[in-house]
């Protein structure tokens, strides 16, 4: 019976040290003539303020197991009228000093009818050395199956499961 009760209460610990990460960055996709060729669309340093999220959440950039991306959304600011129906594919990088570049995200074949939001597979890897850093930068890798006249303005929303040591142990 104790056994029981110390395994429950030390689930219970354990989830208290899983909690949510987002972040938001911003992209400007430039009109452009060019079809079926890819190019590459970066976002502005992102500051993870980590040190300062992990100490909400009660724990410390040494006591993180494990960090995942759970979802990367994008979402067409401007102009109002868009859709992603211009867009064939998309894959999304991570990058941050002295770490190699990674996959996290992909759509391989955007819908025709997506309308403005669009939600992409990402890949379950573990990313903590990444979001540990002060910074990271986004890679976007599009290619495009339709003219877009319009530079197009899209807001990157992620969100990274972070789960840490119970106690430091």
Do not use: H, W
Not at 16 to 29: D, H, P, R, S, V
Not at 100 to 115: F, H, M, S
């Amino acid at each position: 019976m104790f056994t029981v009760c110390l395994l429950t209460r030390c689930d219970v610990i354990d989830e208290l040290t899983k909690f949510n990460m987002e972040y938001n960055a911003a992209i400007e996709i430039k009109s452009t003539a060019n079809l079926n060729l890819p190019f590459d669309v970066f976002t502005p340093d992102v500051e993870t303020n980590s040190e300062s999220e992990f100490e909400v959440n009660d724990t410390r950039k040494d006591l993180i197991e494990d960090i995942r991306l759970r979802k990367l959304e994008l979402d067409i600011t401007a102009p109002s009228d868009q859709d992603f129906s211009f867009l064939e594919s998309v894959e999304v990088f991570i990058s941050a000093e002295g770490l190699d570049e990674i996959k996290i995200a992909y759509i391989k074949q955007v819908p025709e009818t997506i309308g403005n939001s669009l939600s992409l597979d990402v890949e379950n890897i573990d990313i903590k050395e990444y979001i540990k850093k002060d910074k990271f930068n986004l890679r976007l890798n599009t290619v495009t199956d339709k003219v877009l006249t319009n530079d197009c303005s899209i807001a990157v929303k992620s969100i990274f499961f972070v789960d840490a040591k119970i106690l430091g142990i």
